[in-house]
């Protein structure tokens, strides 16, 4: 089961503090998406609009068409994958899982047969008659999974679900709520402050900060074409370079940009894989290598252009012998792959 | 250097349990003094307080309040502690401070406070009226014990189980009674233990039946007798079983 999720014009306040603004989304059903942002940045509060456990200010939520703002979390379609996992301790796993069912009167025969189901789809059906304080947290994390699906809800929240697992398990663990959510096709919106995890699973970004929204869209668009500075950052590393508002564009110290901006100054970013070696149309020219560790696929190198000798570049070069301290190099880049923001004074 | 520390082990421990062990030594007396020398072991004065319908109906008395008075003091803690952990309502550091107020009271004012109120409010004295005092008695105890153990997580999990449909009454039934359930059946067991061999507020609110303390009371007033001691041994081995219960079944689980 699925549903399309609408937020409209949606504002909230805790006390004096705003905490959500103007909160427009729409997400379409059955689509994987993630909030993403730093702690504080509002994105738990609005699962929590999401989920029932608050009731916004201001605006509307829709889940499936159906006007779902003051409707408690029990009669949402909606179940809610808590950050601690919120088992319940004095239970198997078996009437974990087959709690909501339970509750909403299925008989014992068929709701211990859908939540052996749902275990075995999480791989933990020989666990049943185990309590929760048994197993390992990924375990644990698997079972609040198949709570929170058993009732087949049309949109399955979830609250850094993966934020307690170390980082092998973490990998694994987001293929595995991908391939889940594939196979069942429900809506997920899945909260984060790791843009990895974000671009590893999401078929949608939402990026928040302040309690705005600043970006949202597929995560190489999101990626690749932020819409503002501070998406930009927050998706990865970024060089920042100052710019000023020039005739066609901006001038930076590596020459003129295309792109055009509101106001006189402005920052053109740029990534360190989009910085090469060599010549080409924006040339940064020469460069000397202040430091320079080796990270696998490629040499991560904190580069003084001539130029601009106090802006300092990070640059990922080719996997190679390890570049000395004071090393000279060429820079260039695109012109498309900067991307240029206004800045206030 | 090692002998120390034992030594003042020993000490402590025969300094708190000389007497104890002296009242249930001498219960076995085969004499009509509890004094040394010891001349026994004889189950004469058991069999005498088996034999005595005041003691044994006192005693009944006594189980009947114990467990009665604090199922309702767990009870009505249970409520307070769910709604003052739960709700955000106004005043609710004063009602905490009320609630627990009455550890502080002498047994003394509160039992005379009681008998006051109660013969006043034209209810005669009886094991209710001393039920009525020992729930006074226990209800901060039992507020404190269970309130103390509701935390973050319980709310979670009770947070869980609305979001999967349960209705506020399956929340507290299902979920925040079964995972407080070690404070609630310690609070009961202390409870118990205090209701059962309480003396000053049974002493004041009853007449005719009374409990157990009451009884060993107006026994003492005809003079030292081993069967006080047979007595005194059966009130210690009821609250010695309450405690290992709560042992058993309480803290043990603790440990996983």
Same mark, same amino acid.
């Given at each position: ?113 859908? =939540? ?81 995890? =974000? ?142 923001? =206004?800045?206030?004074? | ?184 059946? =310690? ?70």
């Amino acid at each position: 089961m699925t549903a399309p999720v609408s937020i409209t014009s949606l504002n909230h306040w805790f006390g004096g503090f705003h905490a959500l603004k103007d909160i427009d989304l729409d997400i379409r059903a059955g689509e994987y998406i993630t909030l993403l942002g730093p702690s504080g940045c509002g994105k738990t509060t609005l699962l929590s609009v999401l989920g029932g456990f608050i009731t916004p200010t201001q605006g509307t939520v829709s889940i499936g068409g159906r006007d779902m703002t003051r409707v408690a979390p029990a009669k949402r379609p909606t179940t809610t994958m808590f950050q601690d996992y919120a088992l319940f301790p004095h239970m198997n796993l078996r009437d974990n899982v087959s709690f909501g069912l339970r509750m909403a009167g299925v008989d014992k025969s068929a709701r211990y047969k859908r =939540a052996g189901a749902m275990l075995e789809l999480v791989s933990l059906a020989d666990a049943a008659l185990k309590r929760p304080h048994e197993l390992s947290g990924g375990q644990r994390q698997r079972v609040a999974l198949a709570r929170a699906l058993a009732v087949e809800p049309d949109v399955l929240l979830l609250d850094e679900p993966l934020g307690a697992l170390d980082l092998k398990l973490r990998r694994a663990m987001q293929d595995e709520l991908k391939s889940i959510q594939r196979q069942l096709g429900t809506t997920f919106v899945h909260v984060t402050h790791d843009q990895e995890e =974000a671009m590893a699973i999401a078929d949608q970004i939402v990026v928040m900060n302040a309690g705005s929204i600043e970006d949202q869209g597929a995560p190489a668009r999101v990626y690749r074409e932020p819409a503002t500075l501070f998406a930009a950052d927050f998706m990865g590393e970024m060089n920042h370079i100052p710019a000023t508002a020039g005739p066609d564009g901006v001038v930076t110290p590596f020459g003129a940009l295309p792109q055009r901006v509101d106001g006189p100054k402005a920052v053109a970013c740029i990534r360190p894989e989009a910085i090469k070696l060599g010549d080409g149309p924006v040339q940064i020219g020469g460069a000397k290598i202040k430091e320079a560790a080796f990270f696998g696929t490629y040499i991560r190198a904190h580069l003084v252009p001539d130029v601009a000798p106090d802006v300092i570049l990070v640059a990922h070069l080719p996997p190679g012998d390890l570049p000395e301290t004071g090393a000279r190099m060429t820079l260039s880049a695109e012109p498309q792959a900067f991307h240029v923001y =206004a800045v206030g004074d | 250097m090692r002998v120390l520390p034992w030594l003042y082990f020993v000490l402590a421990f025969a300094f708190i349990y000389l007497p104890v062990g002296t009242l249930v030594l001498f219960s076995f007396q085969d004499g009509i003094l509890p004094v040394p020398p010891f001349n026994g072991p004889s189950l004469r004065w058991y069999s005498e307080v088996a034999a005595d319908d005041d003691l044994i109906s006192a005693l009944a008395n006594s189980l009947l309040i114990a467990t009665a008075s604090s199922a309702v003091a767990v009870v009505l803690g249970f409520c307070a502690a769910y709604g003052l952990a739960r709700h955000v309502l106004p005043g609710s550091v004063f009602m905490r401070g009320l609630l627990i107020a009455p550890l502080t009271v002498s047994y003394l004012i509160i039992g005379l406070g009681l008998l006051i109120v109660l013969t006043r409010a034209g209810l005669g004295l009886s094991l209710l009226t001393v039920a009525i005092g020992h729930v006074v008695i226990n209800l901060p105890l039992a507020f404190a014990i269970i309130y103390a153990s509701m935390g973050a997580q319980q709310q979670n999990a009770e947070r869980a189980a609305r979001d999967l449909g349960a209705g506020e009454a399956q929340v507290v039934w299902l979920v925040t009674v079964p995972m407080v359930l070690p404070a609630i059946a =310690a609070a009961f067991f202390l409870s118990v233990t205090f209701s059962w061999d309480e003396f000053i507020i049974a002493f004041l609110l009853t007449r005719f039946d009374v409990t157990l303390p009451v009884e060993i009371w107006s026994l003492l007033r005809s003079g030292l007798s081993p069967r006080l001691n047979a007595v005194g041994s059966l009130v210690f081995l009821v609250s010695v079983t309450a405690v290992i219960l709560l042992e058993l079944f309480v803290f043990r689980k603790r440990r996983p």
